[in-house]
Each structure stands twice: as structure tokens, then as C-alpha cells.
T-cell receptor, first 113, second 114 residues
Framework: KAGVTQTPRYLIKTRGQQVTLSCSPISGHRSVSWYQQTPGQGLQFLFEYFSETQRNKGNFPGRFSGRQFSNSRSEMNVSTLELGDSALYLC????????????FGQGTRLTVV | AQSVTQLGSHVSVSEGALVLLRCNYSSSVPPYLFWYVQYPNQGLQLLLKYTSAATLVKGINGFEAEFKKSETSFHLTKPSAHMSDAAEYFCAVSAKTGRRALTFGSGTRLQVQP
């Protein structure tokens, strides 16, 4: 069974640009969640999508958005990048929600310069 | 609101020694609890989870954790450390219903000395 796939693995962007990250969940999983990991703030929840609908949202500005497609693949977008957006972005997939059993991808390392 | 406190950002043990990583949670209702491990430049791997069945939970790679409601703790243990256990460990909590996102502790980096 293939795991959670995140692309790309590494990204370098300039301040002010926008970026889109992709996540393909495990086959059959309908829930996809996104987390941001930084040395200063640790692991923080961004949002969760379930059957193409945003079900939960963390405390991040509106520059962070996401969506989920009918095949459960998800994308997250960050607009007007700031230096502080540099982080490892992790995607987690699960059958019903990450409070049961979540499987994480290897992450996308975003560096904003 | 839920929160997790991991005592000790760094723990160092000798190979073959007991591993004990501490986690205390705060939650208004009994939550689900998890331990994850992260190796460098990797995502998170689930070690074990507590979902209100047995209070002693066994996980992968010889790890186990005990849910103690009276102490609001969920400490992770392993009887004998191996070099390959060197990694960062995260305790996490989530609600059983409603907002089901994981709230993570700040992590504990485990070093294993030969």
C-alpha cells in the first residue's frame, strides 16, 4: 500500500510570491490534514479536509488556504510569502480524521528568502 | 482547550538502558493520546495510540505507554534503548469528537550513547 506522498520535497521561494504544495493520501483515506513545523513554534495544525470540505481550521492567517479534490488529493496554497513561512509542511491522511490514526508524508521543506 | 507538555527537550541514555520520555496532557474530557517519532528530514511515524481501551498500550519497536488519568500522564517507555531509537519524539492529544486535530507537545530529542 503506497504511503502519503507530498510534492515537492523542497522549495525555495522569494518573499511576496505564492506557493502550492500537493499531498496524495493513502488510497481510501478521505481525511487530509496539514501541519506546519518550525523550530520556534513546533507542530501546528493548519486545516483538515474531509470529502472535499474543510472540516477544521487552525489559527493561521487567510494567506494560508487549501482544497481537496474528489480523489482526496489535497493542495495547500500560501500567498504573499513571508520569511516566517519557512517551515516543514506535513500532510497527514486518515480514514475519518487524525484523531484516530494519521499517516504522515515526508513533508515539503519550504524556504522563503 | 487541550495542551500537551513534554518534560525534557533532550534526553540522553546509554545503549541498553531504559528509555523514559514524559508527557502530561491537559484536557477537559478524556482525550485520545498518541506518540509519534520523527527521524531527520522525515515525516512523523505513529508509535502507539490510546483510544480509551487498555490503559497500557504497546506500540512498534518495543515501545509502550501507560495512560494514567489521575496523573494526566502518558509517558513513553522502552526497556532497552537501541542506537536506532535516536530521533525526536512527539506526544499528541486530540478530542474524540468535534475538532479532531492533533495538538502536539514540543518534542523530546532522544540521544543514545554507545
Amino acid at each position: 500500500k503506497a504511503g502519503v506522498t507530498q510534492t515537492p520535497r523542497y522549495l525555495i521561494k522569494t518573499r511576496g510570491q505564492q506557493v502550492t504544495l500537493s499531498c496524495s493520501p493513502i488510497s481510501g483515506h478521505r481525511s487530509v490534514s496539514w501541519y506546519q513545523q518550525t523550530p520556534g513554534q513546533g507542530l501546528q495544525f493548519l486545516f483538515e479536509y474531509f470529502s472535499e470540505t474543510q472540516r477544521n481550521k487552525g489559527n493561521f492567517p487567510g494567506r494560508f488556504s487549501g482544497r481537496q479534490f474528489s480523489n482526496s488529493r489535497s493542495e495547500m496554497n500560501v500567498s504573499t510569502l513571508e520569511l516566517g513561512d519557512s517551515a516543514l509542511y506535513l500532510c497527514a491522511s486518515s480514514l475519518e480524521g487524525t484523531n484516530t490514526e494519521a499517516f504522515f508524508g515526508q513533508g515539503t521543506r519550504l524556504t522563503v528568502v | 482547550a487541550q495542551s500537551v507538555t513534554q518534560l525534557g527537550s533532550h534526553v540522553s541514555v546509554s545503549e541498553g538502558a531504559l528509555v523514559l520520555l514524559r508527557c502530561n496532557y491537559s484536557s477537559s474530557v478524556p482525550p485520545y493520546l498518541f506518540w509519534y517519532v520523527q527521524y531527520p528530514n522525515q515525516g512523523l511515524q505513529l508509535l502507539l495510540k490510546y483510544t480509551s481501551a487498555a490503559t497500557l498500550v504497546k506500540g512498534i519497536n518495543g515501545f509502550e505507554a501507560e495512560f494514567k488519568k489521575s496523573e494526566t500522564s502518558f509517558h513513553l517507555t522502552k526497556p532497552s534503548a537501541h542506537m536506532s531509537d535516536a530521533a525526536e519524539y512527539f506526544c499528541a492529544v486530540s478530542a474524540k469528537t468535534g475538532r479532531r486535530a492533533l495538538t502536539f507537545g514540543s518534542g523530546t530529542r532522544l540521544q543514545v550513547q554507545p
